[in-house]
């Protein structure tokens, strides 16, 4: 069977139980995200946005999936310490695809707050919001999301985005109204959990479809909206609880209005067995600003794609990147900015640390559409190979169709300075300490550009520790033994 076909038989058998158990805005789009899978089906190697990673690879493994919504045998409040504390958050957890709320995981609406608890220092769970602000399942919002839910992530554009469409049964609202300032920073903690994780996993074919094997699908979405003049800083920490393989796709579809500002920073932190593949959508309107961050540090294969929209004059946008990979890590970031509107500003920064056997790949696109005129556009992507056998494929493009704008692009791969290395062994620091001091001032330029201070000075502990070999997983996490 194809990796498609698995997924055409699955929502075919199962199609009513995933109704169930999801809100209407959810279900009133599925069926067309289905026909539009069936019709496009993964995307080869031969379509320019996905030539450095093989989807239909990715997709093959039969994964269970947690359809009728099992409870997840964990309580993150107290079980739970992110690797990333005291940054005086709000933090909050979702379990796989689910918001947890009331103590449990399930993606049913349940009350409560959760349990008291969390990572320590100032970062509270939940916390006190601003009046109107939002945050939780789309359980307890289904008239809000119907307003903006899939409206961006388009299911005839991307086959991920569109099974993703077809089989995610919950997500997380993130609402800001107009004018309201969110000063402390929302924390989200993304938990990957088998719902059988202290037990055997039985051979069934009912449509939990949690297989032999053990492996697990988890099919995540995220829904930010910022009305005119809203302002908010969101950390996702991404973090695998159990030793097994895990598939995640994630949706994030971002609504920034005038006025307003987004600064949103993606940590992936999980394992070698674990697959994530994201898809991030972002639109921006009249003189809104967006700090978008992803930071790898360790993983399996990631894949990360940014679709943002510069749709109204004076828009600006900084995307930066940070990827630190070894042994047989693939790290793809695929990022198209495009500017619609006059007066925009655009500035990209991708670095990549490769040892190892590692791969990387960055693929940056900027279109600057007719009458986008005074267009402001920089891309730059730095990479750096530690070892002769790892291997970086790069390829930033520059496609514009208006006459005045100031953009430009550039690429380098290297190696490490063998000057710089002699000039430091020669006063008396070992050639392995010398090693590590370069790569982190070569990150570091990255790091430094995060506005979120408080994670900028943990994130250069973290990397140290990184380029040390002593970040595994999250040393503070306790679910997973």
Request: some cysteine; proline content about 3%.
């Amino acid at each position: 069977m194809s990796s498609e076909q698995q997924y055409i038989e699955l929502y075919k058998q199962a199609r009513q139980i995933i109704f169930d158990h999801a809100p209407e805005a959810m279900n009133a789009v599925r069926d067309k995200a289905y026909k539009d899978f069936v019709s496009s089906g993964f995307p080869t190697r031969k379509v320019e946005r996905y030539k450095y990673t093989d989807m239909a690879k990715l997709f093959a493994p039969d994964y269970g999936l947690n359809l009728n919504r099992l409870e997840i045998p964990v309580d993150p409040y107290q079980a739970f310490r992110c690797d990333v504390p005291n940054l005086s958050t709000s933090f909050y957890f979702m379990v796989n695809d689910a918001f947890f709320e009331g103590g449990k995981a399930t993606g049913r609406r349940d009350s409560g707050n959760g349990c008291d608890g969390g990572n320590g220092g100032e970062s509270i769970p939940h916390g006190h919001l601003p009046e109107g602000v939002m945050i939780g399942s789309f359980h307890n919002f289904p008239d809000f999301i119907e307003k903006y839910y899939a409206k961006q992530a388009k299911t005839s554009e991307d086959a991920v985005t569109a099974l993703n469409t077809m089989l995610a049964q919950d997500g997380l609202l993130v609402y800001v109204p107009k004018n309201v300032k969110v000063d402390r920073a929302i924390q989200v903690i993304n938990i990957l959990k088998s719902p059988f994780a202290n037990t055997a996993i039985p051979e069934q074919s009912s449509p939990t479809r949690c297989l032999s094997g053990g492996g697990l699908m988890v099919n995540r979405r995220v829904l930010i909206v910022l009305e005119e003049g809203a302002e908010i800083k969101i950390l996702f920490c991404d973090h695998t609880a159990d030793d097994r393989d895990f598939l995640a796709t994630q949706v994030i579809e971002a609504y920034v209005g005038a006025n307003a500002s987004l600064d949103l920073y993606c940590l992936e932190e999980t394992h070698a067995k674990n697959v994530r593949v994201s898809n991030v959508y972002i639109d921006q309107q009249r003189d809104s600003r967006v700090n978008h961050n992803v930071i790898t540090l360790h993983n399996g294969i990631t894949r990360n794609k940014l679709d943002l929209t510069l749709s109204d004059e004076g828009a600006e946008c900084s995307c930066y990147g940070c990827v630190i990979a070894d042994k047989q890590q693939l790290v793809d970031n695929n990022t198209l900015i495009t500017h619609r509107a006059t007066h925009c500003t655009s500035n990209e920064l991708y670095k990549y640390v490769l040892s190892g056997n590692a791969t990387g790949a960055f693929a940056g696109r900027v279109l600057v559409q007719p009458g986008a005129q005074q267009t402001v556009s920089q891309m730059t992507n730095q990479n750096l190979c530690a070892t002769k056998e790892s291997r970086m494929y790069t390829q930033p493009m520059l496609e514009i169709y208006a006459d005045d704008v100031k953009c430009a692009h550039g690429s380098t791969v290297g190696q490490l300075n063998d000057a710089a290395l002699f000039y430091m062994r020669q006063r008396g620091i070992s050639e392995q300490e010398a090693r590590v001091l370069l790569q982190q001032a070569f990150i570091n330029e990255v790091i430094d550009k995060m506005q979120l201070s408080p994670l900028r000075d943990r994130l250069h502990y973290l990397i140290d520790k990184r380029f040390r070999g002593q970040l595994s997983k999250c040393e503070g996490c306790r679910l997973c033994k």
